[in-house]
């Protein structure tokens, strides 16, 4: 969820940096109630500093259709909002690839929410093809991989595996190189909740740590964040 309201900060700057801000308006339409529904205190940041920069906030939307012609996005109401650029994010599904593999039901993969198990025997699923309840986002992806390798050795060397614990931590761009987080808990059957960490450069550090430790592990490379 952070990523959208990321997204409108950062072109923010971006048209303040080209000297363009006064001359332009950034709107954000959101089909949720909030930027982040499982953080409160998040949100309210968020929203603040939407009215501190004049991004106007459009929630519980959703764009239906664009119309370039005429340069307006179509929302879900009739509004008809416009526009020179449009930043968009399309609707989720999973990948061809998994879908024909019959692994889905109701479009993803049913899985154990502690184990990640699928009705298959030996067959996990992690990230952002599961059911699982969590949001499509890399840091559960990562963690879950972690619960099933655990799984997996378990299996073969004998001892106990830990479960997927639904927690996870999101740093999110408030602009201007301001860095907040929030590390959110989503279990299955409760309220997902998240604690958030007000903006701070320690926490911008944190980020670019994060960003740097995984480039090198998956890729091999150094990461800047730029």
């Known amino acids: 969820p952070p990523a959208p309201s990321e997204t409108a900060l950062l072109v923010h700057d971006l048209l ?13 339409v959101m089909p949720l109630p909030v930027p982040i529904p499982p953080s409160p205190e998040a949100s309210q940041a968020l929203l603040g500093a ?3 920069h ?3 906030f ?35 599904v999973a990948p061809p690839v998994v879908v024909d593999a019959g692994l889905c039901v109701d479009g993803w993969i049913p899985v154990d929410p502690s184990t990640l198990a699928t009705s298959f025997p030996d067959v996990f699923a992690v990230g952002d093809v599961t ?5 499509k986002a890399g840091v559960f992806a990562e963690s879950q991989g972690k619960v099933v ?15 997927f614990d639904g927690r996870g931590i999101c740093y999110i761009e408030f602009g201007d190189h301001a860095v907040g987080q929030v590390v959110a808990v ?5 309220t997902p909740t998240g604690q958030f960490g007000a903006p701070s450069p320690e926490i911008a550090a944190d980020k670019a740590a994060f ?12 990461w800047s964040n730029v």
């Open 54 to 56: 004049d991004i106007t």
């Open 58 to 92: 459009v929630p519980n939307q959703a764009v239906r259709s664009l119309d370039p012609a005429r340069g307006v996005a179509v929302l879900a109401d009739g509004t008809e909002l416009p526009y020179d650029l449009f930043l968009g994010v399309p609707k989720h």
């Open 131 to 135: 059911s699982v309840g969590t949001p």
């Open 149 to 163: 390798a655990d799984a997996i050795v378990a299996r073969h060397r004998g001892g106990d595996s830990e479960a």
């Open 211 to 222: 960003g740097a430790t995984r480039a090198r592990r998956w890729f091999g490379q150094e």
């Open 186 to 190: 989503f279990v299955a059957g409760e």
């Open 16 to 28: 303040v940096e080209r000297g363009v801000r006064d001359r332009s308006t950034v709107s954000l």
């Open 50 to 52: 939407f009215a501190d």
